[in-house]
């Protein structure tokens, strides 16, 4: 494949896109906070431990990604916070999965250092597994992977499926809108 090809299979493809936004610590951390109830450009100072103008970027990146939204705050005039978005809630899932990775394979011979409990119950959230549309859990092994609606000729070429062919119904695929 090209280098061009790649590009453009990097540009379209939804993994890619994720990483642009997410992809390094100070993001994936200062969602950590958000995730632990923190608004403050203060408080995730204190607690991500990047330096001001690192964060501050990865703020404005959040913010211009939509995960997080800036709004004044209400406590002082000329102040803001940042609060997590729909786009930044529905990230939550994937950010449990990589807390599970870290817990299981990184974390201490203690355990993990947080754990996120249900508040109704009080019983520690189970992280789920992929399953199949049986509910049987889901191992590498047993995926295929296909081209989708939105697949670059490169990619439709990579994975199967001529450039000629067309996915037939294509109104119920595509990025998730809110």
Request: glycine share 8%; aromatic share 8%; hydrophobic share 35%.
């Amino acid at each position: 494949m090209t280098t061009k090809k790649q590009r453009v299979t990097n540009r379209e493809c939804s993994m890619s896109r994720v990483m642009e936004v997410v992809g390094d610590r100070w993001s994936i951390l200062i969602l950590r906070e958000a995730y632990y109830g923190n608004t403050r450009f203060d408080q995730f100072a204190r607690y991500v431990g990047a330096a001001p103008n690192i964060l501050s970027n990865r703020l404005k990146k959040l913010v211009e990604a939509q995960v997080l939204a800036k709004v004044p705050a209400p406590e002082h005039t000329g102040r803001f916070q940042y609060v997590l978005t729909d786009r930044g809630r529905d990230f939550f899932p994937a950010y449990l999965s990589l807390k599970r990775w870290g817990d299981d394979w990184l974390a201490s011979s203690k355990g993990p250092q947080v754990v996120f409990r249900d508040k109704a119950t009080g019983r520690e959230l189970r992280h789920t597994k992929v399953v199949s549309p049986t509910g049987e859990p889901v191992h590498l092994e047993d995926i295929e992977v296909v081209p989708g609606s939105g697949a670059v000729p490169s990619a439709r070429k990579r994975f199967g499926q001529s450039s000629a062919t067309t996915v037939a119904n294509k109104s119920g695929s595509g990025a998730r809108r809110r």
